[in-house]
């Protein structure tokens, strides 16, 4: 009786430990869904970047990181930085916009 109350013990703690090691992510990687939506994001802020006149695309980079946009490169003036800012953040799923755009 003692070793089937042991083995069970036994079973719990490796179940357990199967279970922990099946977390989809943590605050260094993104499971695969979390990287779809992100590529996803950045597709959706590039071209509202795109349809946004004024906004020289070529030269601004977007990427995303959980729901996190960054925009880098280079924007000829502060009204061109402040609006690439404000079309990031209008896209559905974006948590916030890290703007490191460089004004030329």
Do not use: W
Not at 43 to 57: D, Q
């Amino acid at each position: 009786m003692r070793r089937i109350s042991l083995i069970r013990v036994f079973a719990a703690v490796v179940m357990i430990g199967a279970f922990a090691g099946c977390t989809s992510s943590n605050r260094t990687t993104e499971s695969t869904g979390e990287y779809v939506d992100d590529a996803s994001i950045t597709t959706k802020v590039k071209a509202a970047i795109l349809n946004e006149p004024g906004l020289k695309t070529l030269q601004i980079g977007v990427e995303t990181y959980k729901n996190v946009v960054q925009l880098s490169g280079f924007v000829d003036n502060p009204q061109s930085k402040t609006r690439a800012g404000e079309v990031a953040a209008s896209i559905p799923g974006v948590k916030s916009v890290r703007n490191d755009l460089t004004v030329k």
